[in-house]
């Protein structure tokens, strides 16, 4: 099904720690995005790219997380100083001409 | 207010059983994406579903613009059909951001 790879499966912080997560999306796709979901399986856009341009983010990640996808490289979301409300799920999915979006596997978060 | 409802939250079948999981959205639509989400997480795209009824093995999905609705149909539900079904909006097209359902968790007994 999916070929998005995503790098830690699994990710411990101690809060105010920085916690660094990538992905390489599906050959050929050029849209990557980033969704968080929490405890409570709710799910949130955080951002998303074209090649290597934000296209949209949500307020939240302005602020304390930092992501980029250069190019030749993965993709990266980075959250500065980790909280413990930022334990969750990180998704990354891309999206070719077909407008379908791929996920890989997860970074599953926790901070302690 | 929440743009895409999902129903039922949970649903109990007895392996062979059919079922049907709905999703409601109050704005316009692009195009409705279901997935099935791994008990460690990972999701599983089975359907792309602009409108009209598509069909894999077991399950249909069946987008109606004009009602607002989609729907997911399993047939002869087996116990590997355990698992969470996501509905997920695409509202504006190409890069936009997918809005989820909150899912709905089955599970099916032998």
Redesign the interface.
Known sequence: NSKVIQTPRYLVKGQGQKAKMRCIPEKGHPVVFWYQQNKNNEFKFLINFQNQEVLQQIDMTEKRFSAECPSNSPCSLEIQSSEAGDSALYLCASTGTRYEQYFGPGTRLTVL | GQQVQQSPASLVLQEGENAELQCNFSTSL??M?W?YQRP??????LF?NPSGTKQSGRLTSTTVIKERRSSLHISSSQITDSG?YLC?M?QT???S????G??TKVIVLP
């Open positions: 692009n195009s994406q997935f460690e997480g990972s999701l599983v795209s792309y969470t997920a695409e097209g190409f890069a951001a997918l809005t989820f909150s899912g």
